[in-house]
């Protein structure tokens, strides 16, 4: 593991991307780098994979490593090169990039055309020079093997990587045919299983080897003899044999294609069910809500009839009771005052802020020291109570109180009623005396 958090931020572009290399280059296979929160790898993203992006952690990938920079200042390197090189001074590294160069020599000169592809049949690598058997056709990029190879090379070459995919072991082709420019040629076809160090992925590495580069283009008409008819018909077996290979290669890939399309299909279908079954539900949730929005609907509307009755009923109320020229007072269970004619406002003190109040915090004109028990007992007995009373002036009253009953006949306080008696007495002498005058004329 490499932790080099907030390091790289302090350095120069160029000094960053030499420390990514290095820091690829030491780490072991599937190590952890370790960078601060506003620090990547830059562009060696193929070096490294990132498996935390919030505490940006790297693990090493299985890449090809760029060849390291030397950390030498460019001071040094000024020094270094205008002053003395001793030749035993480079040691064991002078060696090995001997080595290095020698072995690139050797194989971009005699090693054979090779790619390195995965399970997919993805190149990921070309290593010499492949453009004998490999040709980028017209359309849209691509590196699949299969789609770059040359038209002849194709069933041999499908059918040996697939041999080699199937058993895990090396698979070879012998004298696979290529024809370019009028040219045909005679290669084998190799295929190498390998796997990198901490990786369980596989790679394959396609080697084609050419086994004679001699034009070839009148082979049949050299062919008079028996021994050239004999070979000719082994040849065409081996190419029919092939190409079976190659067809049976493609029907098991069109299999499991269909096998895939038809897993999609059946979760398409299952998708389409699940949508159809929601689409259903959504369905029934509106009816719903429909059947809910009209009960709503009717329920207003008699909510609203209802309104304009308890208005009627409430302006009727008010009028009778404005028009009735007897003291009445209503009061609930509390007793507190819930109504009161305009007459009532002489006897008893009572304002029209005063509805909502206890009776008991009223000043009346009428001294009834007992009017709380008064009205408990009518309450609780459901019967009638009546008293003669007399005001400060001397003017004598009844007193009435009765149950206040509900439509329901449930019992939610009382209701006070005064009558004047001597009012009432002089209305009847009024009466009297009208009537005597009007029998003497």
């Known amino acids: 593991m490499i932790s080099c958090r907030n ?20 780490l072991n296979p599937g190590g952890l780098l370790i960078l601060g929160p506003a620090e990547s790898v830059g562009l060696y993203d193929e070096l490294f994979k990132l498996v935390d992006k919030k505490n940006k952690i790297y693990t090493k990938e299985a890449a090809t490593v760029p060849r390291p920079i030397q950390f030498i200042p460019r001071r040094g390197l000024e020094l270094a090169h205008f002053g003395p090189r001793p030749v035993a001074g480079l040691g064991l590294n002078f060696d090995a990039d001997l080595l290095k160069v020698a072995d690139r020599i050797i194989l971009s000169t005699y090693a054979p055309a090779a790619v390195v592809v995965d399970d997919k049949m993805q190149v990921h690598q070309f290593r010499g020079r492949t453009d004998l058997f490999l040709e980028h056709m017209p359309g849209p990029a691509t590196f699949n093997l299969i789609q770059l190879a040359r038209t002849n090379l194709v069933p041999d070459l499908r059918a040996t990587i697939r041999r080699s995919i ?49 034009s070839k283009p009148e082979r049949f008409l050299q062919s008079l003899g028996k021994t050239g008819v004999q070979r000719e018909i082994t040849e065409l077996r081996r190419e029919l044999a092939v190409s079976k290979e190659s067809l049976q290669a493609t029907i098991e890939e069109q299999e499991a294609s269909n096998e895939e399309l038809k897993a999609s299909n059946e979760e398409v279908e299952s998708s389409n069910e699940e949508l159809q079954s929601t689409n259903e539900e959504l369905e029934t949730a509106k009816e719903e809500l429909q059947s809910t929005n009209e009960e709503l609907t009717t329920l207003n509307e008699e909510l609203s009839n209802r309104n304009l009755e308890m208005m009627q009923l409430t302006n009727e109320l008010n009028n009778l009771l404005a028009s ?14 819930r109504r009161a004619t305009p007459a009532a406002r002489g006897a008893f003190n009572i304002l029209p802020t005063d509805v909502g109040r206890p009776l008991s915090e009223l000043r009346p004109n009428i001294d009834v020291p007992d009017m709380e028990k008064i009205l408990r007992d009518v309450i609780e007995t459901l019967g009638t109570r009546e008293r003669r009373l007399t005001d400060k002036e001397g003017r004598q009253y009844s007193l009435r109180v009765r149950p206040y009953r509900t439509t329901d006949n449930k019992i939610d306080g009382a209701v006070i009623t005064l009558v004047d008696i001597d009012g009432e007495k002089e209305a009847d002498a009024d009466k009297r005396n009208r009537k005597d005058g009007s029998s003497r004329k």
Not at 7 to 26: E, G
Not at 179 to 188: D, F, V
């Open 7 to 26: 390091v790289l931020i302090y350095l120069s572009p160029d000094l960053h991307k030499r420390c990514i290399p290095h820091f690829h280059y030491a």
């Open 166 to 214: 199937k058993t895990g072991k090396p698979a070879r082709a012998e004298r696979a045919k290529v024809t370019l420019r009028g040219k045909s040629y005679e290669i084998n076809i190799q295929v190498v299983p390998f796997k990198i160090p901490g990786s369980d992925k596989p790679w394959f590495l396609v080697i084609f080897d050419e086994t004679t580069s001699r």
């Open 324 to 337: 009735t020229q007897m003291p009445i007072v209503m009061v609930d269970n509390a007793l507190t005052v």
